[in-house]
Each structure stands twice: as C-alpha cells, then as structure tokens.
C-alpha cells in the first residue's frame, strides 16, 4: 500500500541518522530543516530529505535501508562533485552574474537559479567564466553551498556594468536614441530596471520607449511631447533590425518604462491606437517644440 513521504519521515530520518557515520562520517543530519549536510571547502552543501522520503514511500520498510544507502552516498558523491568545481572556479561567488531574459518558458527556467523581473522578463544567475560557465543551476547551487544571492546584482554592476558607453545617434531628424552599450558584453540587458538613471535630465516625466535587442545594449528615446508618434514605429524597426542581427540576441519588441520600474510592451502602431493606457499618455502630451 503507497505511504505518504511524510508518513514514513521518522523512521527514515532514523536510518539516515544511523548510516552516516558509516557512509560519510563527516556529514550530518539537520533535525530542523530535514536535511543532509556535508562540508564542502569552507561551506557546506545541503541536500533536503524529500528525495528519499518520496522514494521509501514507495516501496516495503524492509528496502528502506538499501534505498537511504542508495541517497546518502548520492548526495556524498555530488558534495565530491562540487569540492572539484570549488577547486576549479576558486570562490564561485565572485563569478556569479545577472542576466536579464525575455520571460521563460516553464519548462526551460526548471532547474536554473531564476526570479522574475516583472510581467516580460525574468533574471538568470549566470557564473561567469570563459570556458565552463553558463546558467547556475540549483543543483549546482545547492553542491556549492550558495543560498543567498543577494549580491549577485552588485557583483554585475561592479564587476561588468561601470564601464558602460552611452551616447546619443540620430533616429529621425532632430530626433535622437540614447545607445547604452558595451560590445560583447553579456549583461547589460539587466540595466532594465535602471533605465531613468541614462535618460537627460529632466525628460523621465513620462517614462522612455526602451529596447533591449542584444544583451549588449539598451536603445532609450525619452518621451517629453507627441512626437513619440512619429519615432515609435521607426524606433521598433530597429529594435526589430537590431535584434535580427545580434549574435545574443535579447528581445524584439518595444517597451514603454514608465512608473515605479513598470515595463509596458508597444505594438509599432500603438501610436495610433484610441484605447488604452499609452493612448491615454499621447492625449496628455504637449505638442513638441
């Protein structure tokens, strides 16, 4: 008869209990989170007992034991895995990167160290490194003891985002696009949420039409009068050019920034459109001078 993972929890964590110090002495168990913990370098992985529970809840007591062996020399093998990638990477942490992605799909963010960053994009933690870097994975995460991201950001702006250029190019006449770039940078697309900070003084008023066709770059145009109708449509032709020809390409589309760090993404023809929130900023507008 199926058992439920918690109905079975007390006995299991008992041979969990009594096997590490035969399988992996210098592991222990963590009573109060229910986890397996083992030293790697100067931190430790964590591995939840969930795992071994669900499968014990699936098979008669008297396999239990072959199945917690089963797991605790799993989880010691991965903790080896990960004292290997310590040594190869050095201090991980110093590696770690934000990297802002158009929204993705479920099935390709299981698995990846990502939070949302709003309703259209989502922040990938990435290690960065020139020949084994890539997405951070939990589980790699979780080999290398790192729980707490919050400095993930910082070590992007310090580490990739000082040096970035900005300058102005012309889009129409006497009308000009605000280029936030670094070539061959992988990051800058995360200077999304930051954008009123490259925009001229005095102009963030009514927010900014923003692209992100490669993550090298930013494309701003401050909106301050109706002219904005004009430049949208062009504005999103090369955004779309932009992003056709990147070799890291980010996303296609043309974003109203406006708000408290709001994202709003514009058809090239909302310029035209009578409803809606955008339509609703156009009417507002002074006529350009």
Known sequence: MAREPLDVAGDVHALVRGLIPVLSPEAWFDGGTSELVLPVG??????STWTVLERCARVDPVAWPGVVEGWVREVADRAVLAVGEMELFGDVRELLRLRIVPKLAPRDREGLVVVPAGDHFDAMV???HPRYGGPLTRARAGLL?????????????????????????????????RVVTKPGSRYVS??????????PAGTGEHG????????????????TGRGVREVLPVFAEVVAEMHEAAEDPCARGVYWSHGARRLTPLAPDAAGRRTGEFASLLRRLPEDG
Do not use: W
Request: with cysteine.
């Open 42 to 47: 100067r931190s430790e992985a964590r591995a």
């Open 126 to 128: 990435m290690i960065e």
């Open 145 to 177: 003891g790192l729980r707490k991201l919050g400095y993930v950001m910082t070590n992007t702006h310090d580490r990739e985002l000082a040096d970035v250029q900005v300058h102005d190019q012309p889009l129409l006449p006497g009308r000009d696009v």
């Open 190 to 199: 995360a200077l999304l949420s930051e954008v009123d900070q490259f925009l």
């Open 208 to 223: 900014a039409l923003v692209g992100v066709p490669c993550h090298s770059t930013l494309l701003l145009y401050p909106i």
